[in-house]
C-alpha cells in the first residue's frame, strides 16, 4: 500500500505544481528535495538518540548539498538526487538503526522520490527542449 500512496502523492504534487504554475521558479524542486531529505531527522527526534540524530543529520546534509548545487548549478543534479534519495531509502536500515521510522516509509519514501525523479527529469527535458540548460526552471 504503502508504494501505491508514495506513486499517487507524488504525481498528485508534481503534476499540480506543474498544472498551477508553481513549479516554474526553479527552486521549487530543490526545495521539495530538502524537505524530504529532512524526514529522517523527524524520526531521529522520535527515536530519541542522539547518535542516530547525528548520523540523519549527516545524510541530510548530503541530500540538501545535492539540491543547493541543483538549485545553484544544475537542476538535473535534483534528479540525481532523488534518485540517490529513493536508492537510500531501500537500505536506510543498514545504515542507521533509527527506530522512529514508521515500517511503511521507506517504501513509501522510496516509490515518492523516484516518481518524483520521473516527473522532474520530464519537466526539465521539456522545458529545454530536451538539452536541460539551466534556463529550465526559470532565473534565480
Known amino acids: 500500500m504503502e508504494f501505491i500512496v508514495g506513486i499517487t502523492i507524488a504525481l498528485f504534487i508534481g503534476g499540480a505544481a506543474a498544472a498551477l504554475g508553481m513549479d516554474r521558479d526553479r527552486v521549487f524542486y530543490p526545495a521539495v528535495l530538502m524537505v ?12 530519541g538518540g542522539r547518535e542516530v540524530l547525528w548520523s540523519e543529520m549527516a545524510i541530510a546534509a548530503v541530500f540538501i548539498g545535492f539540491a543547493v548545487a ?8 535534483v534528479v540525481v538526487a532523488l ?3 529513493g536508492v537510500m531509502d531501500v537500505f536506510h536500515d543498514a545504515l542507521v ?14 516509490t515518492f522520490d523516484m516518481t518524483a525523479a520521473v516527473l522532474v527529469a ?19
Open 70 to 77: 541543483g538549485f545553484k548549478q544544475n537542476p538535473w543534479l
Open 83 to 85: 534518485v540517490a534519495h
Open 97 to 110: 538503526h533509527n527506530a522512529g521510522v514508521p515500517s511503511g516509509w521507506p517504501g513509501f519514501c522510496m
Open 36 to 47: 524530504n531529505a529532512t524526514y529522517y531527522v523527524l524520526f531521529a527526534v522520535i527515536d
Open 122 to 140: 520530464c519537466v526539465l527535458a521539456h522545458r529545454a527542449g530536451g538539452k536541460g540548460n539551466l534556463a529550465a526552471l526559470g532565473r534565480h
